[in-house]
């Protein structure tokens, strides 16, 4: 829910963070130079999922960035249509 408005589920597919890094992760993590691209240093990998490692670590509370909050970029996503797309398959 943004605004009162309803949001579709973060379905955890990085397109948000690996497009700009947030403000909170340029403070407290930095960015690193991924297959020729920088991004945020604390994004990391789980499986199929991308997560923020300072929530992971507790070092930032959840509201800060956010999360639960619904996903920040839904439009024009192949990543995350493709995770919704998966999960649809799924019994
Ligand atoms: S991984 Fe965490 S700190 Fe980095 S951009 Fe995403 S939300 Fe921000
Ligand atoms: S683009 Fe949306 S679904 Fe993907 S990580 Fe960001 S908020 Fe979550």
Not at 15 to 34: K, M, R, W
Not at 35 to 47: H, K
Not at 67 to 77: D, M, R, V
């Amino acid at each position: 829910m943004i605004d009162d408005a309803p949001s579709r589920p973060c379905l955890g597919c990085g397109h948000c963070c690996l497009t700009a890094t947030c403000v909170v992760g340029l403070q407290l993590a930095g960015e690193v130079v991924h297959r020729g691209v920088r991004r945020c240093a604390a994004l990391v990998r789980r499986g199929d999922r991308y997560r923020c490692a300072l929530i992971e670590a507790g070092r930032v509370p959840p509201d800060q960035l956010a999360i639960g909050a619904g996903c920040s970029s839904p439009l024009f996503n192949a990543a995350r249509d493709a995770l919704a797309a998966a999960a649809r398959r799924k019994p």
